[in-house]
């Protein structure tokens, strides 16, 4: 079982349409959450840490259910330029961010 | 401000070549990462350096990966006798500590293709 499971995709919706993406970790000690897009051949960049008590950065929320250990991003008013892969990113290690990746779900949004 | 660099963009080898692959990160980083991206798969951590020293190599796949960092700066990440396996995007980040929510900016990444 991979470490950080996400549905690989792709999603397409139309603009203006709201998506959500869930991702799966297995291990129950991880200490912190994020999620990170991925352009086409591009590096990943930090998109939002996500927090025990949910988060929300624009158009972006982000929960965490640490119990269920199960987090998810929901993108509400898709813009085309939202259009890139979705990493769910958790750090598995106290002493500094080891970070696992999961391997994104593509999201294609369409005029 | 200048991000995370990394040299070459594009590196060609035969199989049983070494190669090195080099990174600059962000000034006053001192926190260090590499990563590898196979085709289709997650990024996969290989090592990460605090200053000189690396506390955790426990990522890199065999002893023919090796790296080091010095000056607290630029790290360089070698391949010895390398495999059609080792073909992938090898990915530098730096963050400014080595905290839990430090945030990791990532260089644009160096594509190795072993024939």
């Known amino acids: 079982r991979k470490e950080v499971e996400q549905d690989p995709g792709p999603f397409n919706v139309p603009e203006g349409a709201t998506v959500a993406f869930n991702c799966t970790y297995s291990n129950s000690a991880s200490q912190s959450f994020f999620w990170y897009r991925q352009d086409c051949r591009k590096e990943p960049k930090l998109l939002m840490s996500v927090y025990s008590s949910g988060n929300e950065d624009g158009r972006f929320t982000a929960q965490l259910n640490r119990a269920s250990q199960y987090i998810s991003l929901l993108i509400r008013d898709s813009k085309l330029s939202d259009s890139a892969t979705y990493l769910c990113?958790?750090?598995?290690?106290?002493?500094?961010?080891?970070?696992?990746f999961g391997t994104g779900t593509r999201l294609l949004v369409s005029p | 401000g200048a991000g995370v660099s990394q040299s070459p963009s594009n590196k060609v080898t035969e199989k049983g070549k070494d190669v090195e692959l080099r990174c600059d990160p962000i000034s006053g980083h001192t926190a260090l990462y590499w990563y590898r991206q196979s085709l289709g798969q997650g990024l996969e951590f290989l090592i990460y350096?605090?200053?000189?020293?690396?506390?955790?190599k426990s990522g890199l796949p065999s002893d023919r990966f090796s790296a080091e960092r010095t000056g607290g700066s630029v790290s360089t990440l070698t391949i010895q006798r390398t495999q059609q396996e080792d073909s992938a995007v090898y990915l530098c980040?730096?963050?400014?500590?080595?905290?839990?929510?430090?945030?990791?900016?990532f260089g644009p990444g160096t594509r190795l293709t072993v024939l």
């Open positions: 980040a730096s963050s400014l500590g080595p905290g839990l929510m430090d945030t990791q900016y």
């Open positions: 990113v958790v750090n598995t290690n106290t002493g500094f961010q080891k970070l696992v």
């Open positions: 350096f605090q200053g000189n020293s690396a506390p955790d």
